[in-house]
């Protein structure tokens, strides 16, 4: 019995020790920190994702708090609302985080596309490709098997007659689905961006015409109209600069295919 | 002249021969965790160095002057955890205060080490194997280079292979853990090694 209690004596007795020791040091050797940076890091989500360039969460308050000019927008996954809550803290006028949407540059849909052959083996874009590039006449464009939609964490894609569309509400700009895109379809632009080239078909005129109705046929008229001459035709496909675009939407209204299209890219973190 | 062969022997089985990564599997976490650059783990690789001397000089004479004289030597393995855990964080605000610097360098590995299992494993190593408390001590500086010495080597591996291409099953953890075999059964090279060059 008195092993029993001896053994819980010492036992109790070094805790109690190491507890004591650890308290009073705590106490006495304190190292005060910048209450800003405290408080910022509060309004940080902790993700540690290094997004903002810095080491991490920390790091970004701790130069947000002690560096001026520090951008209060630079949190991706944070969004608008930790930059808002980051410039309360700091007493400055808060700025918009340019967030990125995922976008599928092809628009042909089983309405617009003629059909090669039919696939059915399993249903993975992965796998359709490999067997002549897939099921449709065009093998640029979008297989419309959902293997993006498959590794979307947001469920923002769906697969509509055949065609991957991303809701842009949804999106967080993860770009799974631009790197899982077996045609490599896909790209994130920023969301302030308005005019996308639709088509991802490097094929001449005539040849794209043959595969699907909407698809670029390199015909020049965008780029043509383009005031900021931001509008180019690279090999057979229209590019836009964003550069110099000013989201006037002239190159849209002009494209005869449509696959130019204009439309409010804006994801669900605006102000 | 017999002390320092046999200091010298503890030292080169504990770095060489039974390294505490490579042959007993102690402290894998942070030989994973933290391998993936030299200057990283060299730094973790220095922290347990420091760690398990630190624990070492506590633990040792816990165990001798307060728990066998009792007759309390079961309760070893929880108040070795005990002490070093507290040690490590006493260690930590103490740094943190007079040593920023230090802090700095060693600050995130320091609160990983707490609950690593090599360094609980290098203390009652010392108390099984029946050393006095320099040849504890000497053998925790062992232990720690051979952590260390395991870390490194295993880091430039790991950046060697992040430009390799496996195949898509292997990437990653699998083919880090198939490296991390292969450099053990190296070390399994120094098997006879002290033996045939210090005697029994």
């Known amino acids: 019995m008195s092993a029993i209690v001896l053994a819980i004596l010492i036992v109790s007795a070094i805790g109690l020790f190491a507890g004591l020791v650890l308290a009073v040091a705590s106490h006495f050797m304190s190292v005060p920190k910048n209450e800003t940076e405290v408080r910022i890091r509060e309004c940080l989500p902790g993700a540690n994702c290094g997004a903002c360039g810095f080491t991490g969460c920390d790091g970004y308050a701790k130069a947000l708090a002690e560096v001026d000019g520090t951008k209060t927008n630079l949190c991706v996954p944070g969004a608008d609302a930790v930059a808002k809550k980051i410039a309360d803290v700091l007493g400055v006028e808060a700025e918009d985080v340019i967030e990125q949407v995922a976008f599928v540059r092809c628009s042909g849909d089983c309405i617009n596309r003629k059909d090669r052959h039919i696939y059915e083996g399993i249903k993975s874009c992965a796998a359709a490709q490999m067997l002549y590039g897939g099921s449709g006449m065009c093998t640029y464009g979008c297989l419309g098997l959902g293997d993006c939609a498959k590794v979307c964490p947001q469920s923002a894609i769906c697969i509509e007659n055949g065609i991957a569309h991303v809701d842009t509400r949804k999106c967080v700009g993860c770009g799974l689905c631009a790197k899982t895109c077996p045609n490599h379809l896909i790209d994130l632009f920023p969301d302030v961006r308005q005019v996308v080239v639709c088509c991802s078909n490097k094929e001449k005129g005539a040849v794209v015409r043959a595969k699907c109705s909407s698809g670029c046929i390199g015909c020049g008229l965008c780029a043509r109209n383009c005031e900021q001459g931001a509008v180019s035709v690279v090999n057979n496909l229209a590019v836009i600069d964003y550069d110099k675009c000013v989201n006037c939407g002239k190159c849209a209204e002009k494209c005869p295919v449509k696959v130019i299209k204009f439309a409010d890219f804006s994801g669900s973190h605006r102000f | ?200």
């Not at chain 2, 200091?7 to 402290?27: A, D, H, P, R």
């Not at chain 2, 232990?143 to 490194?152: K, P, Q, R, S, T």
């Not at chain 2, 950046?159 to 198939?178: C, S, W, Y």
């Open chain 2, 1 to 200: 002249m017999e002390t320092y062969k046999l200091l010298l022997k503890i030292i080169m089985t504990s770095v060489l021969v039974n390294n505490y990564v490579l042959n007993k599997f102690l402290g894998i976490c942070p030989f994973l965790g933290v391998s993936k650059k030299i200057d990283q783990a060299s730094g973790m690789g220095a922290a347990v160095i420091f760690v398990m001397l630190l624990a070492t000089a506590a633990t040792w004479p816990i165990q001798t002057y307060l728990l066998e004289p009792n007759g309390m030597g079961y309760l070893q393995t929880i108040v070795f955890i005990l002490v070093i855990a507290a040690l490590v964080q006493f260690v930590e605000i103490v740094l943190k205060k007079f040593l920023p610097s230090l802090h700095g360098s060693l600050g995130v590995y320091l609160p990983l080490i707490t609950t690593n299992c090599a360094v609980l494993g290098v203390t009652i190593n010392n108390i099984t194997d029946g050393y006095n408390f320099l040849q504890s001590m000497v053998s925790s500086l062992g232990c720690g280079l051979g952590f260390l010495l395991a870390m490194v080597i295993f880091a430039g591996v790991r950046e060697r292979m992040e430009e390799a291409d496996p195949p898509k099953a292997f990437k990653g953890i699998p083919i880090t853990l198939v490296a991390a075999s292969i450099v053990s059964m190296a070390f399994y090279g120094f098997g006879g090694f002290v033996t045939s060059l210090f005697g029994e």
